[in-house]
């Protein structure tokens, strides 16, 4: 996806990655009536309507840090943590016990990568009990810096996107966007995904839950990205 966006030059870059219902077997995406796996749809457009790009998650970084010692970057697997085992240390970093780690405690405790002055969330897939190892759904790499996440209102941080895109473009005739599945759970885990629900329909919020969200030329988890259309045509 980044050498693509390369060669796109200005055109922006938003999207997902296809999933199959917490299964993890084998993922889908369709084209011309034909469904396609191992494969990848990219849909070029235009508009004489006003857009904007936008990510949003309700995460902000803590001074907490953890640097990846050992992994099989191919894998996306992080085996040591800060010259420990993985997932040892992500509990003791994240506050909660090595034996409680499921995809609830990785929604709700993600860890965050900062690039250009920006912070990305990162997401856990699941921890190997054989070796304590964590498999990630983003790409790792030894030596990178993670920072552990602080959670905040999910809601504010929703309504904060919105006031902010109205104010660049205008009146909102549709957002299309494509939210982590980890969003989710963790709005389920915390009784608010009925206020979420509800607050995407009042503002006309379509799209898709997704393994793994484009922004741009980054790749990154537990976000919602997408494109916000306007609806007053732009001015020659």
Not at 18 to 33: E, Y
Not at 121 to 143: H, K, M, T, W
């Amino acid at each position: 996806m980044s050498a693509l966006y390369a060669s796109l030059d200005n055109i922006h870059v938003v999207g997902g990655s296809a999933g199959d219902g917490l299964r993890f077997g084998q993922t889908w995406v369709f084209c011309d009536g034909q469904a396609h796996t191992d494969a990848a749809v990219l849909i070029i457009l235009t508009t004489s309507l006003p857009f904007r790009l936008f990510k949003c998650d309700n995460f902000e970084p803590t001074s907490t840090k953890m640097v990846v010692t050992e992994a099989d970057i191919e894998l996306r697997v992080v085996k040591e943590l800060n010259a420990e085992p993985a997932a040892q240390e992500y509990s003791r970093a994240v506050g909660i016990g090595d034996t409680h780690l499921d995809m609830f405690s990785f929604a709700s405790h993600p860890v965050l990568v900062r690039a250009g002055g920006t912070y990305y969330a990162r997401s856990i897939q699941r921890v190997n009990p054989d070796d304590g190892s964590l498999n990630f759904y983003c790409a790792i790499d030894e030596g990178m810096v993670l920072t552990v996440a602080k959670a905040r209102n999910p809601i504010g941080a929703m309504l904060e996107l919105f006031a902010e895109t109205r104010a660049e473009i205008g009146e909102v005739s549709l957002y299309i966007g494509f939210e982590c599945l980890f969003r989710r759970l963790d709005a389920e885990q915390h009784q608010f995904a009925r206020d979420m629900s509800e607050l995407y329909r009042e503002n006309r919020v379509v799209g898709f839950h997704t393994y793994g969200e484009q922004y741009r030329a980054m790749h990154l988890n537990q976000t919602l990205t997408g494109v916000a259309i306007g609806k007053r045509p732009v001015s020659p």
